[in-house]
């Protein structure tokens, strides 16, 4: 007990004594490599949204609740709910992927999805308070508003079928939804088993597993995660994609406040 409480107070302690740049604000306009705009990675696990976040341009810090020796970027273990809301305001944007298992097919299918916790709306509560920009990802048939899908077959660099959904606090447009091709499948009950190659053709990346580790890691452009891992994980071409786009509008919304500033 006194370790978890001297684990809680030294945590604590971190995330307050973190500290804001004075000019963060001015970051939004665009990336670069002196100032670049902050996001909030909850629920960031190994990291597969946040590295593309970064990618996008932005200045990324995770949080989960587990330790996450994987997470190739600035880390702090917390419970994501309880975060201070000073903390929060350092940042620029946050993004946040809550656990899914409540919400997945699989648990609906085996009527065990209550004992899961529900993490989405009091998630949702949080970021709206924070005032920030925001995205909550998750998967097909959890309760996001107004959300948009993101696809593998969306990105000529993805070779993954990956549905996710990205609820956001600012206009998100998708690429265009490809038809689904075949997976690559070890399952010879398929018709088309042996038909298609891991390393050329479209897989799937589940717990069960339709193809090796390394076929996933390269299909989701992912090359630090172990199974587990990449099972939790979003390809981090999806957030790359939104990040750029959150990128644009700020930028833009900036320039507009600048010229009705310049023509009062
Ligand atoms: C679906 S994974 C996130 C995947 C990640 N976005 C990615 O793309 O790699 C969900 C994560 O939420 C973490 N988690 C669960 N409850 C949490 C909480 N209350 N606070 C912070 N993290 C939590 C889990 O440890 C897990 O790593």
């Given at each position: 007990m006194t370790d978890g409480l001297d684990a809680l107070n030294a945590a604590t302690k971190r995330i307050l004594s973190y500290q804001p740049r004075p000019?963060?604000?001015?970051?939004?306009t665009a990336p670069s490599a002196v100032c670049k705009p902050r996001l909030l990675d909850l629920f960031?696990?190994?990291g597969g949204a946040g590295i593309g976040y970064s990618q996008a341009g932005f200045e990324v810090v995770g949080v989960d609740i587990k330790p996450q020796p994987n997470y190739p970027l600035p880390f702090i273990q917390a419970d994501a709910l309880t975060l201070d809301p000073k903390f929060i305001a350092l940042f620029d944007v946050v993004h946040a992927s809550p656990p899914c298992q409540a919400y997945s097919d699989l648990a609906k299918r085996n009527g065990n999805a209550e004992e899961w916790p529900r993490l989405i709306e009091p998630v949702r509560d949080m970021l709206i308070r924070s005032s920030l920009p925001y995205v909550i990802e998750n998967v097909?048939?959890?309760?996001?508003?107004n959300a948009v899908v993101l696809c593998g077959t969306m990105f000529p660099e993805l070779r993954v079928l990956r549905h996710r959904l990205f609820e956001a606090n600012f206009e998100i447009v998708p690429p265009p939804h490809k038809k689904h091709p075949k997976v690559h499948t070890f399952d010879r009950r398929k018709s088309h088993f042996g038909k298609t190659d891991e390393w050329k053709d479209f897989v799937q990346v589940t717990g069960?597993?339709?193809?090796?580790i390394a076929a996933a890691r390269e299909a989701m452009g992912?090359?630090?995660?172990?199974k587990n891992e990449i099972n939790e994980s979003i390809p981090p071409a999806y957030t790359r994609f939104i990040g750029r786009e959150l990128l644009r509008q700020l930028s833009f919304s900036e320039q507009e406040s600048a010229k009705s500033y310049r023509n009062a």
């Open positions: 000019q963060k604000r001015k970051a939004l960031c696990c190994a097909d048939g959890a309760p996001l508003l069960g597993g339709n193809c090796t992912i090359d630090w995660m172990t």
